[in-house]
């Protein structure tokens, strides 16, 4: 009995782990299993998939919207305005007109991206006046997609006063009022492109309607002295030409990839940021008192006489004036008649300067 309990107790003092090395390999025994360590690592093959390949959605982009392009345009051309170092400044700029092309492209049918474009370009044209056409083209898509726009009508009217085109400026100035009836600005401008291209009939209408909305009493007073002069030389000339208006839709294919501003180009008077010009006089670039059949002098205090260069007058012309503002009473004429001149004097060297409105019939 106690030998038996004496072998079942005993514990060995320590664990034996025979090494034996072979070949280069170090075989240990431990606890009756075998392992094998080499000297060098070995490469294992990837483990290889044993079940089938599956095909699992793979993620997709979200579409951008057209307020993306809008923005990263708006956001560089924001920069370019901050901008002093020229290249960086002209960098910014194409990036914002990048960022509209794409605008466009990806949303061809929506006015937007047009009208970000033309309005970049629009900043540039005072530097850069090529780019009045691109302008053009730009708001006319604008306006095809997007008829209702007060705005984008009188952007265009803009645009076409600074190109010189007055028959379209007038159409889209016409345009303009049928859309916001009651911005006496619009009236103001359209009336006088009318007189400058001779069109006195159609500005007596648009006078009409302008004195209405007009409160200021000075105004109201130069334009109520204009109306009647116009009555006159409208009673007078029963056959005065009338305009008439070209389509105000035109029938354009976009233009996806507009032009960009070359590093070599300089940007004199830096860029200014396109604003609406809703509030600002719109004036026919071409259209001044040297060439066209209305306008307005200021005969100078101290000065009886003062003389008008101007394209459209010769020896039958009847030149017509009224005083719209300055000395009341006075009774200005035309002294003298030339080809390409007349000459407006009074009675006495003027004791306050004297704005004096002319229009001329052929």
Not at 51 to 76: D, F, G, R, W
Not at 120 to 134: A, F, K, N, T
Not at 157 to 168: F, H, I, M, V
Not at 227 to 234: P, Q, R, Y
């Amino acid at each position: 009995m106690s030998e038996i309990n004496l072998l079942t107790n005993y514990q060995p003092k320590t664990n034996y782990i025979p090494l034996i090395s072979i070949s280069g390999l170090t075989l240990l025994s431990l606890g009756g299993v075998m392992l094998l360590k080499s000297k060098t690592t070995a490469i294992l093959p990837a483990p290889t998939n044993t079940k089938p390949e599956q095909n699992y959605p793979k993620p997709t982009q979200v579409p951008k919207s057209i307020q993306h392009y809008l923005l990263a345009s708006q956001q560089n051309f924001t920069q370019a305005i901050a901008a002093t170092d020229q290249t960086q400044k002209i960098e910014l700029i194409n990036q914002s007109i990048i960022a509209a092309s794409d605008a466009i492209k990806e949303f061809p049918k929506d006015y937007r991206g047009y009208h970000q474009r033309g309005r970049i370009y629009q900043s540039l044209v005072e530097s850069q006046p090529q780019l009045i056409d691109q302008v053009v083209s730009d708001f006319n898509l604008a306006y095809k997609f997007n008829q209702s726009s007060a705005e984008l009508s009188r952007d265009l009217a803009t645009a076409y006063a600074k190109k010189g085109d007055a028959q379209n400026t007038i159409a889209y100035l016409a345009q303009t009022i049928s859309l916001e009836p009651t911005k006496a600005q619009n009236f103001y401008d359209l009336a006088k492109i009318q007189q400058q291209a001779g069109y006195f009939a159609d500005a007596l209408i648009t006078y009409n309607q302008l004195i209405s909305l007009v409160t200021d009493p000075t105004q109201k007073q130069q334009i109520e002295t204009e109306k009647i002069a116009l009555e006159k030389i409208v009673a007078a000339n029963p056959n005065a030409p009338k305009q008439d208006l070209p389509s105000t839709i035109q029938d354009l294919t976009p233009n996806l990839d507009a032009p960009t501003i070359q590093a070599t180009d300089i940007l004199a008077k830096g860029v200014i940021i396109a604003a609406p010009e809703a509030e600002k006089k719109i004036e026919v670039t071409n259209q001044t008192n040297s060439n066209s059949l209305s306008g307005t002098i200021t005969l100078p205090i101290g000065q009886s006489s003062i003389s008008i260069n101007n394209s459209q007058v010769d020896t039958t012309s009847q030149v017509y004036i009224t005083v719209t503002n300055g000395i009341k009473g006075i009774n200005p004429q035309i002294t003298s008649k030339t080809t390409g001149s007349f000459s407006i004097g009074i009675d006495k060297p003027a004791s306050e300067n004297i704005e004096i409105k002319w229009w001329i019939i052929r």
